[in-house]
């Protein structure tokens, strides 16, 4: 089956800096991969996605970058404010079940 | 639109008790999943619905756990006993349509804690 690896399990920046996020997966058919936001005692929320015949989406401030070749995508949140603060996941589905990585608390300070 | 919704928000029992969660998807989403998320990791697929037909239960612990979804609409996740290991959050989410390329709106959860 399916897996996915994330890291770094925990990120600290200072608002306005960047912050990257790297996952990579194992079955080459994966062809999602979403990210999703869950803050504490919250539901994970989608924040954004890409398809494989895609390699880079952006949206505002949030960006995805996606390399099927070295089946790694990355999430880049640039210009990070307090409310950033969460656990973000990232996710890999192919024919089979969507399957998410362990997650990365990010913590902006102010 | 409204969200997906479950109940209980939180269970507290002793092992080997019996509990049940409930789950009401986003009005018109035909396909409804429960995904279980232990401490400090990402939620795991228990099982999949397509209206009221299973489409994937292969992570799902038969022996203790069930899962039913009601005319195709509300669905009940149940564990039976519960074990230590059980402790965790439940997840309910739901798409409107049966590929795993639809976007997934969770619930709020529910938290079980096993005594």
């Known amino acids: 089956g399916e897996n996915v690896e994330q890291h770094p399990s925990t990120l600290s920046v200072q608002e306005g800096d960047s912050a990257v996020i790297k996952c990579t997966y194992s079955?080459?058919?994966?062809?999602?991969f979403p990210w999703y936001k869950q803050e504490l005692g919250k539901r994970p929320q989608l924040i954004i996605d890409?398809?494989?015949?895609?390699g880079e989406k952006k949206d505002q401030r949030i960006a995805v970058t996606l390399n099927k070749t070295a089946k790694h995508f990355s999430l880049h949140i640039t210009e990070t404010q307090p409310e950033d603060s969460a656990v973000y996941f990232c996710?890999?589905?192919?024919?089979?079940?969507?399957?998410f990585g362990k997650g990365t608390m990010l913590l902006v300070s102010p | 639109e409204a969200g997906v919704a479950q109940s209980p928000r939180y269970k507290i029992i002793e092992k080997r008790q019996s509990v049940a969660f409930w789950c009401n998807p986003i009005?018109?989403?035909?396909?409804l999943y429960w995904y279980q998320q232990i401490l400090g990791q990402g939620p795991k697929l228990l099982i999949q619905?397509?209206?009221?037909?299973?489409?994937?239960d292969s992570q799902l612990p038969k022996d203790r756990f069930s899962a039913e979804r009601l005319k195709g609409v509300d669905s009940t996740l149940k564990i039976q006993p519960a074990k230590l290991e059980d402790s965790a959050v439940y997840l309910c989410?739901?798409?409107?349509?049966?590929?795993?390329?639809?976007?997934?709106?969770f619930g709020p959860g529910t938290r079980l804690t096993v005594l």
């Open positions: 009005s018109g989403h035909a396909t």
């Open positions: 890409i398809r494989s015949n895609v």
């Open positions: 619905f397509q209206n009221n037909g299973v489409v994937d």
């Open positions: 989410a739901s798409s409107w349509g049966g590929t795993l390329t639809d976007t997934q709106y």
């Open positions: 079955d080459s058919a994966s062809n999602y």
């Open positions: 996710a890999a589905s192919g024919y089979s079940t969507l399957t």
